[in-house]
């Protein structure tokens, strides 16, 4: 007797595109590498199918990603809107795992008739009608390399080059643990299209402003090394960017600047808003997990990378952040 057919995971989220005329697409605000290169990767897909489709942002897109706005050459609706220029029957959401993460379009997505999620970030629940939720994939453009497939489009250049960089961004050059195979196997597909690897890799991580170089040098002045050694945790204010002339968009690369330094396994840095609140971003080389350490400070994300959004001073927000650091780096040295 044959094992009954498992059912194919994308069925629902591919019926609800095809069923759908008008989509926008959206990501988590503070937008990375994954989720710009998802977005577009997945619209790039939906406009071959004759679907009217747009990402709405609420933030701008960060400096070293700039290059990917670059679609001047399409005709209709530009790639990135900041407002609605349809209604939208589909709203899709991917790298995006909280609904808070897209507040201020939070009023477009519910008056969709259709919410999809495709995310890998770790999530308690779904705030869509059907979801694809993998922890586990290293990226969320490996999912929508799949979802791409399952539609049947015909993956070309801009495509290929939208899903690497989704990759490339999310596995730090595929030097993170969370790299597999699948990583390098569905990287090898995509430089069958003519993807121009070398040109991106540079674009994103060897072309820095002078502003920038400042801001890293100046966050290893700020920072603060505890847990005996094993701790690293810096900030950058509003004000202090303006000081040194740099935009909140070049904040992203300082994270990898603290995590390069040898001995660290946890680093944690926090960047002022405009509101006052703070983001914090963490990441682990060792055993220990800061999505355990985002929890506690009402965020979250992935066992080696994960943040929160703190509502508190700066001094309140470092003493919080290194109270819960140092609690789960006790935790994984008592179990390890």
């Excluded at 603290?258 to 682990?284: M, P």
């Excluded at 508190?312 to 179990?335: C, G, H, M, Y």
Aim: aromatic share 6%; net charge negative.
């Amino acid at each position: 007797m044959q094992a009954p057919k498992q059912m194919n995971k994308w069925t629902d989220i591919v019926n609800c595109i095809k069923e759908a005329g008008r989509v926008v697409i959206m990501t988590h605000t503070n937008m990375d590498g994954d989720a710009i290169g998802s977005a577009l990767a997945l619209c790039h897909a939906l406009r071959s199918l004759g679907k009217r489709c747009v990402i709405l942002i609420e933030d701008d897109i960060p400096g070293y990603l700039k290059f990917m706005h670059d679609h001047s050459g399409h005709e209709g609706d530009p790639f990135f809107v900041r407002s609605m220029p349809f209604e939208p029957e589909l709203a899709l959401v991917v790298d995006c795992g909280d609904s808070g993460r897209i507040e201020k379009r939070l009023a477009v997505f519910e008056s969709c008739r259709t919410k999809v999620c495709v995310d890998h970030h770790m999530q308690v629940g779904s705030f869509a009608d059907h979801s694809v939720i993998e922890p586990e994939a290293s990226a969320t453009g490996l999912l929508v390399y799949e979802l791409i497939k399952e539609l049947g489009v015909t993956i070309n250049k801009e495509i290929a080059e939208d899903l690497y960089v989704a990759i490339l961004t999310d596995t730090g050059c595929f030097k993170y643990s969370n790299t597999t195979a699948e990583c390098h196997i569905v990287t090898a597909e995509l430089y069958k299209y003519g993807i121009e690897h070398e040109k991106l890799a540079t674009l994103i991580y060897d072309t820095l402003d002078m502003a920038q170089i400042k801001l890293e040098a100046a966050i290893v002045d700020w920072m603060e090394v505890f847990a005996d050694g094993k701790a690293v945790i810096s900030y950058v204010t509003q004000e202090q960017l303006k000081k040194l002339g740099a935009s909140y968009d070049m904040t992203g690369s300082c994270i990898d600047v603290l995590r390069k330094i040898a001995g660290v396994e946890v680093c944690a840095f926090l960047k002022e808003h405009e509101d006052g609140s703070y983001k914090l971003s963490l990441r682990s080389k060792g055993a220990a997990d800061v999505n355990r350490v985002a929890v506690k400070l009402g965020g979250g994300g992935h066992v080696k990378a994960s943040g929160a959004t703190l509502e508190v001073s700066l001094p309140d927000a470092i003493s919080r952040t290194k109270a819960a650091v140092e609690d789960e780096l006790a935790r994984s040295l008592k179990n390890g």
